[in-house]
């Protein structure tokens, strides 16, 4: 159980934390993986101090533990990601265009956008009718198409994405986040840095992994 969980730690925090955060969840993330760091080190030693240091099996899972701090981190789980989605991510930014749509979320998070409209509750909407409910007037009176706006929304969560915005050259893509330590892509041919402001959300970049041809995945706070 102590290998295991000292396994857990170093692939989740060192080679697959994207998928890692996907599948758990902003902050709760954090909380789970100090909580499991926590308990496997203790474990860890306890296996020490029963067999008394004689057995170089025991020293496994603290040895695990050790590589997880001093191993840098390696964005494996990033570039695999990016590989798995890059034409679907394009295919958003295509049809966007060709759709005039320059911001929308999946439609399944409290806040809710198509372009400026907005609309806030806990319904998670799941197909054109309850689109059309919610943004029906908003899109008619703006000549959108709902069949396009459905589409990209099945994009969007096809490619783990809750939002998408654009404008001119940039294209950001948000995975997720805690109010404004949010993460997820850029497409654009500017240059970026760490410490730049993301572009047009203007939170701050803490971590910017350059990814191919414009493509970089963000991290800001």
Same mark, same amino acid.
């Given at each position: 159980?102590?290998?295991?969980?000292?396994?857990?730690?170093?692939?989740?925090?060192?080679?697959?934390?994207?998928?890692?955060?996907?599948?758990? /969840?902003?902050?709760?993330?954090?909380?789970?993986?100090?909580?499991?760091?926590?308990?496997?080190?203790?474990?860890?030693?306890?296996?020490?101090?029963?067999?008394?240091?004689?057995?170089?099996?025991?020293?496994?899972?603290?040895?695990?533990?050790?590589?997880?701090?001093?191993?840098?981190?390696?964005?494996?789980?990033?570039?695999?990601?990016?590989?798995?989605?890059?034409?679907?991510?394009?295919?958003?930014?295509?049809?966007?265009?060709?759709?005039?749509?320059?911001?929308?979320?999946?439609?399944?998070?409290?806040?809710?956008?198509?372009?400026?409209?907005?609309?806030?509750?806990?319904?998670?909407?799941?197909?054109?009718?309850?689109?059309?409910?919610?943004?029906?007037?908003?899109?008619?009176?703006? /000549?959108?198409?709902?069949?396009?706006?459905?589409?990209?929304?099945?994009?969007?969560?096809?490619?783990?994405?809750?939002?998408?915005?654009?404008?001119?050259?940039?294209?950001?893509?948000?995975?997720? /986040?805690?109010?404004?330590?949010?993460?997820?892509?850029?497409?654009?041919?500017?240059?970026?840095?760490? /410490?730049?402001?993301?572009?047009?959300?203007?939170?701050?970049?803490?971590?910017?992994?350059?990814?191919?041809?414009?493509?970089?995945?963000?991290?800001?706070?």
């Amino acid at each position: 159980m102590s290998i295991i969980l000292s396994l857990f730690v170093l692939f989740s925090s060192n080679f697959f934390y994207l998928q890692y955060s996907i599948i758990v /969840g902003p902050f709760i993330d954090i909380l789970l993986l100090s909580f499991v760091g926590t308990l496997s080190f203790v474990l860890a030693i306890i296996i020490l101090l029963v067999t008394r240091f004689r057995d170089l099996k025991s020293y496994i899972p603290i040895t695990i533990l050790t590589c997880s701090l001093i191993i840098p981190t390696v964005p494996v789980g990033h570039h695999i990601h990016f590989f798995l989605n890059k034409n679907d991510l394009g295919e958003i930014i295509s049809l966007g265009r060709e759709s005039n749509i320059y911001h929308l979320s999946d439609l399944r998070r409290y806040i809710k956008n198509v372009n400026e409209y907005q609309v806030s509750n806990s319904i998670k909407l799941s197909n054109i009718n309850e689109i059309e409910f919610y943004f029906g007037s908003y899109i008619r009176e703006s /000549g959108l198409n709902i069949a396009s706006i459905n589409e990209l929304r099945q994009l969007l969560i096809s490619t783990d994405i809750i939002s998408f915005q654009t404008k001119d050259d940039i294209n950001i893509f948000i995975v997720d /986040g805690f109010i404004d330590n949010e993460y997820g892509y850029i497409k654009t041919q500017q240059p970026l840095n760490e /410490g730049n402001p993301v572009p047009i959300l203007g939170f701050v970049i803490i971590n910017l992994i350059e990814l191919d041809d414009g493509w970089y995945f963000f991290y800001s706070t």
